[in-house]
């Protein structure tokens, strides 16, 4: 510590250690309390609160098995090893130090790299022989090393900076996240070019409309008060930033197209516990906004929507954040100035939560109650008996109310606190087109535009249509991965990845249909094969015949409020794990609101044990729909679930085939405390009723389409 003190000429105020009896010794204690040294022990069994140094020791570790085991060393060698690798390490560069090492931060000199040799070359030891014996003899273990590595290649490589550099591949794994992601950018709508950078914007022709947008931002940013110029304190890093450019499409004949330029923060450039600590932010459910239209279609509710402006801008920041200036827009005479943050910024990890923090402290202030099934969905009970409804997904809010007055009110108190623009009746959300019909009271939810967007991204819009999703002789498994080189390199040009992450945003918001075919194709996005392409863009092709339908929603055909649920299984159809798959959809008000297909998580060993697996994965998702739904004022005492498998109906009530279930997982039998206590009736319901059926197999179209009408799926 004195060391450190002396060449930084800082003083160590704090210390995080695990509890590690190192570190408990009452000499230690009483060092750090005489040094003025204040102690932060971790929580028993959480590495994560010391994430810093638990990482770099499992980063040591991993080089040190990779250097002793490519050299073919013992392990007695460790210590020599990890010596190495954090030698290595200090004199490599690092992202976090703008691509500086360690050592040239420390030191403030650029490394001398030129001793570096590769880790376990030949070592030779000098000894005294006769006159004319050799005065160096080989190690042994650099001997059995030397047998693996010609003479040609120990005089070419013998410098690390001179060894030929490996191809790293990355990894394709992708989270559904990333997926919805890249599914939204799809649905952008982008009419011309797009400058990815300050310096094409200024070399564009519409570098005018550019500029302009630039400088709307930037008074934007400072009626905000989002930064204020100081100078940059000593040893602190600064977060980067970037313009990021837009260009979206007007509405004929009454706005132009919209040029948009927004400062972004690069978040990759910021450190966990330096410049964020918190970051998760929730948005609404597209469950939650199904349901919400639901009840609009059916109580005929005012449906409003509204977009914040410059969203993060509101939010407060917590953290003490120093940024570069924002290029093209350097203060003259305060180039050396650096921005420190006082508000959000697009970009920063912590922006969305600091944003939705602030936005539920208003609402909880004007009276407005958090969903405690989604924390995006706040109501107000009304003198009137009736309520009011918002949902909110980042920016974008809906709005709904038996009173045009009351959502005129609520507007009034939202611009008042933000800057907000009205978008008037609700059209389209997340890429959603909303169609009403208020005299036959419905509400028609469709990603037409979306899904045709898709078709013409791939290449599809000239196909041959399907009319179901996925054909009977589709049989997949890995069995049909490429295998060979050459299959490799015709795949890899094929966007496999892309096509299933865009049609899965299509299963996601509107379209319970596809939801068996998405989720059979994406488990080979790792390493797709021939087979699995032509399914997906047999998807794409059913897509294209019904890129008009959605689900539809109330209605004056005695369509019910109530939740129904049902739920299906197909035993052991992975061909792979030999796992079977569960397939559960919940109506309401007559259009499907909530669905899933996936594959279980264990192997069943009956029919009836596949369908009760499946049926308990549905009365826990029928917690949720009957939770939100009754606090936006629709109360049901019991949902029914309907099951066509009556063995598993029969499990689920009583305890008839316990010598053939005694193997099956407790926690699965909670369903019979659900069905004693009235919350859930299990109905049986034939095969050809239950439109689960399309959500664990593909099925004959006649088949096929009777299961859509049950749920509200249809062209309108």
């Known amino acids: 510590m004195t060391l450190i003190e002396n060449q930084t000429e800082r003083k160590v105020k704090r210390l995080r250690t695990d509890n590690g009896l190192e570190y408990r010794s009452k000499e230690f204690d009483s060092f750090c309390k005489e040094k003025g040294i204040v102690r932060h022990k971790t929580v028993r069994h959480t590495p994560q609160q010391n994430g810093l140094a638990e990482r770099m020791n499992m980063t040591l570790v991993e080089k040190v098995r990779c250097m002793l085991f490519s050299a073919n060393l013992s392990k007695h060698l460790w210590a020599d090893a990890v010596t190495t690798a954090a030698y290595l390490i200090n004199r490599s560069p690092s992202t976090a130090l703008n691509f500086k090492t360690p050592q040239e931060a420390w030191s403030g000199k650029t490394p001398d790299l030129s001793n570096l040799r590769i880790f376990g070359s030949p070592a030779y030891a000098h000894i005294k022989q006769g006159k ?9 273990k650099s001997k059995s090393h030397d047998s693996r590595t010609s003479t040609s290649e120990q005089e070419t490589h013998q410098l690390a900076r001179d060894r030929e550099r490996r191809v790293i591949r990355m990894p394709k794994r992708f989270g559904i996240a990333d997926l919805i992601s890249y599914a939204l950018t799809v649905a952008e709508d982008v009419i011309g070019e797009e400058p990815s950078s300050y310096k094409q914007a200024m070399n564009s022709r519409d570098k005018s409309n550019w500029l302009s947008a630039m400088k709307e931002e930037m008074a934007s940013l400072k009626k905000n008060d989002t930064w204020i110029l100081v100078e940059k304190p000593k040893e602190r890093k600064l977060v980067c930033c970037k313009w990021i450019f837009k260009l979206k499409e007007g509405v004929a004949g009454a706005e132009p197209p919209r040029y948009k330029a927004r400062l972004v923060a690069k978040g990759f450039t910021q450190r966990e516990g330096v ?12 469950s939650s906004i199904r349901v919400l239209l639901a009840i609009t279609a059916y109580s005929d509710l005012e449906l409003d929507q509204l977009d914040v402006k410059t969203t993060f801008l509101h939010g407060n920041l917590e953290e003490e954040i120093y940024m570069e200036q924002p290029e093209g827009f350097i203060q003259k005479g305060l180039e050396d100035k650096v921005c420190l943050l006082r508000k959000s910024l697009y970009g920063l990890k912590q922006s969305p939560r600091q944003w939705y923090l602030r936005f539920d402290q208003f609402m909880m202030a ?20 009736d309520g009011i409804y918002l949902l909110l997904y980042v920016d974008d809010m809906l709005i709904a109310c038996k009173h045009k007055e009351e959502i005129e009110k609520l507007k009034s108190e939202l611009k008042s606190e ?37 078709l013409n991204k791939f290449g599809m819009v000239d196909v041959k249509e399907v009319s179901t999703p996925l054909a009977t002789h589709f049989k997949l498994s890995k069995q049909q991965e490429p295998s060979d080189d050459a299959d490799i390199e015709s795949m890899k040009n094929v966007p496999y990845s892309s096509v299933v992450g865009s049609i899965m945003y299509a299963m ?15 488990r080979f996005m790792g390493n797709p094969g021939k ?24 209605g004056n055909n005695g369509v019910t409020s109530k939740i129904i649920g049902y739920v299906d299984s ?45 049926l308990t994965e549905a009365v826990k998702e029928a917690k949720w729909p009957n939770g939100i739904v009754s606090e936006l004022g629709l109360n049901q005492d019991t949902i029914p679930i309907c099951c066509d498998s009556s063995s598993a109906i029969q499990l689920s009530k009583n305890s008839k085939y316990h010598e053939r279930t005694k193997h099956v997982d407790i926690r699965l039998h909670f369903i019979r405390e659900e069905i004693e206590r009235g919350a859930i009736d299990v109905i049986k ?32």
């Open 275 to 286: 410049h964020y600590s918190e970051v998760f932010s929730p948005v609404v459910k597209y």
């Open 685 to 716: 319901i034939f095969t050809e009723d239950n439109p689960a059926d399309a959500l664990t197999k593909p099925l004959p179209t006649i088949k096929f389409r009777n299961s859509l009408g049950l749920i509200g799926v249809r062209c309108l």
């Open 132 to 140: 004319l014996e050799p005065r160096a003899i080989k190690d042994d």
């Open 366 to 385: 004007h009276g407005y109650s958090r969903n405690q099934y989604d924390n995006c969905v706040y109501c107000k009970p009304l003198p009137s008996g």
């Open 531 to 554: 087979t699995h392409w032509n399914a997906a863009k047999w998807t794409l092709r059913y897509l294209k015949g019904t890129s008009e339908s959605g689900i539809l929603f109330g």
């Open 508 to 522: 996601v918001c509107t379209r319970p249909d596809i939801a068996y075919s998405v989720g059979l194709v994406s």
């Open 418 to 454: 933000f800057e907000m623009k009205d978008l008037g009746s609700a059209s389209k959300i997340l890429g959603m087109q909303v169609k009403r019909d208020r005299a036959a009271k419905t509400l028609f939810l469709t990603q037409a535009g979306y899904v045709k967007k898709v």
């Open 570 to 614: 197909d035993f052991v159809g992975d061909l792979d794990k030999r796992r079977s798959t569960t397939g559960f959809v919940f109506t309401l008000c007559g259009g499907a609101v909530s669905w899933k297909a996936s594959l279980q998580p264990v192997v069943a060993l009956s029919t009836t044990e596949a369908e009760y697996i499946a």
